[in-house]
């Protein structure tokens, strides 16, 4: 081998080690971001976490925020959380904080829950409607109810990812209709 060859095969190693190196730092600045992102995520779940077992144990759901009393899928992870801690802890407890709210909505009056209040008023039309003009209709209606203009378009997104409504689009504005059940 010839001290030319020698160092163009020198050169070409150099130049594929600095090519590496360079991949190799652009690789774990990607994935220091990355780590940032999953942090701050973890922060946010932790912060709702706690949020959700502070009203766990609430038996009084007039107490609680609107929005969870509207979406049932926060009560079943709330229920499901409450199952669990009872499973971790003595077995001389029995009384969970599901039972203890569900012993005390014993006396109220049941209010049906946002999502069927809007499916019955969707089920009135047969054209898409506006989740304003739902809003509207069910404060005319249900007077008692006063939910916000997100709290009602958090519900009906609810309902669109169960596929019991159909969310349509139409410029800048999105308007929903009832999904047709098949009768079998």
């Known amino acids: ?18 090519s ?18 999953l942090k701050q995520e973890e922060a946010l779940l932790s912060d709702i976490l706690n949020l959700a077992e502070r009203y766990e144990g609430f038996a009084d759901s007039s107490r609680l925020p609107e929005q969870v009393q509207d979406e049932p899928a926060a009560a079943k ?10 499973r971790r802890a003595a077995p001389g ?11 005390g909505a014993k006396g109220k009056s049941h209010q049906p829950l946002l999502g069927d209040l809007l499916t ?16 509207d209709e069910l404060l005319e209606k249900h007077p008692d109810r006063n939910p916000t203009p997100q709290v009602v378009r958090n519900t009906l997104e609810s309902l669109v990812a169960k596929g019991r409504i159909r969310r349509h689009k139409q410029q800048r504005s999105v308007m929903y209709t009832l999904v047709e059940r098949d009768s079998d």
């Open 1 to 18: 081998m010839t001290s030319q060859s020698a160092a163009t095969l020198r050169s070409r190693y150099v130049a594929q080690a600095a």
């Open 20 to 37: 590496d190196l360079e991949e190799n730092r652009r690789r774990q600045k990607e994935l220091e971001e990355r780590i940032t992102v």
């Open 120 to 135: 019955e008023l969707l089920g009135q039309y047969e054209e898409p409607r506006l989740a304003k003009e739902l809003r």
């Open 93 to 103: 407890k029995s009384t969970t904080a599901a039972t203890t709210a569900k012993a």
């Open 77 to 86: 992870a709330s229920q499901k959380r409450a199952g669990a801690s009872a």
